[in-house]
Structures are given as C-alpha cells and as structure tokens.
C-alpha cells in the first residue's frame, strides 16, 4: 500500500473515532435534558408548577430601596410556593445579566431544605450553605448598578440531591454540581436603578 492510500485510510480512521466520540457526547447530553424535560413535564401535569415570589415586591417591578446597597443592603423576603414531592434540596442564585463587565452575581444559596415555603428578609434557611457572590464573599450583595435599570433574577431549583459542595464555591461551581439533578425551576425578575 503507497503512503497517499496508508494516510487516507488513517485520516478516514481517526474521522470516524472523532464522530463517535462527538455523537457519545451528544447523546450524553441530549439524555440529561431529555431526562430534566420529562421530570418537569411530571410537574406541570400534576399541575403544580413551582414558583418563587416576594412580598416586598412583583415579577418586573422595582425592588424596595431596603434591599441595595443604598439601604440595608440586607436580602428581600422570598416565598416558595409548589415545590415537586421528590426534591431533596432547593438551591438559590440572584444575578445581574446587566452588570457592565458581565454578569454579576449576588446571592447564591443551596442545599435549602425543600420544605422551606419562605426565606425571610435579611436570613437564609437553617441548614442552607452561602456560596461566594461577585464580591467574593459568601451571602447576599444587594443591587448597586452603576447606571441604568438592571434587571435582577431570582432563580429558584428544585434538586433531587443534595450537594456536596465547600462554602467558597460560587455559581459556576453550583450550577456544574446542579447538572442533570433539577426537577423543577422557578423565576422571579426584580428591577432597580440608583
């Protein structure tokens, strides 16, 4: 066999190991949100879609003064409402989409035990651990943007697992260890402006 005909059948070779490796990860990812859509599909037909609001204020409304750092700077009053009978866990993460040097983040909370139906102002639930916001300290930053109107998520998970993670992890570290666990989620959108 000439060296053109031995590179051709080594090129188509590594092609193909290259093919099935991608298609294993494909369907390796497509299995894990197949497996999230029919948990939350179980969810909504039960007819009980979980939901996170607040007292203090509604879905696109301004949140209170009380809450930023021109206040108290301390974490709004937040309701769970409907949460699925399997979570072991519910995990917390508050950002800012509108920070100008990227997302920012201000709260993240989790291994918050799934019978936890509201989390007062200025406290997170007896057991829940703090992770680290974009200020690199654990618990809650209230909104500070330097212009404009920004926009605050509250994102609520409901988990079938509790974590095994350290206090100095953040978002990015929560939502890799959420991966494949989430049986439901809930949203509440903030806004605020100095």
């Known amino acids: 066999?000439?060296?053109?005909?031995?590179?051709?059948?080594?090129?188509?070779?590594?092609?193909l190991i290259f093919l099935a490796v991608a298609a294993l990860n494909g369907a390796a990812a497509r299995q894990t949100r197949e497996m999230e859509v029919v948990q939350m599909a179980r969810v909504v037909a039960a007819g009980t879609m979980m939901s996170i609001k607040s007292e203090s204020f509604g879905m696109n409304e301004y949140i209170p003064v009380e809450f930023s750092c021109k206040g108290r700077d301390k974490s709004?009053?937040?309701?769970?409402e409907n949460v699925p009978r399997g979570a072991k866990s519910l995990a917390l993460i508050m950002d800012d989409p509108d920070a100008p040097a990227g997302t920012w983040v201000h709260w993240v909370l989790w291994d918050i035990p799934p019978g936890t139906r509201k989390i007062e102002a200025g406290s997170a639930p007896a057991g829940a651990v703090p992770g680290v916001n974009s200020w690199g300290k654990p618990g809650y930053g209230g909104p500070c943007p330097p212009s404009g109107v920004h926009r605050y998520f509250f994102k609520l998970y409901a988990l079938d697992t509790r974590l095994s993670l350290g206090r100095g992890a953040g978002k990015r570290e929560l939502e890799a260890a959420m991966r494949g666990h989430i049986i439901a989620r809930a949203e509440l959108l903030g806004l605020f402006k100095k």
Do not use: A, D, E, Q
Not at 3 to 13: A, E, G, P, Q, W
Not at 76 to 80: A, D, F, I, S, W
């Open 1 to 15: 066999m000439g060296r053109k005909n031995s590179f051709t059948v080594i090129f188509f070779l590594v092609s």
């Open 76 to 80: 709004p009053p937040l309701l769970v």
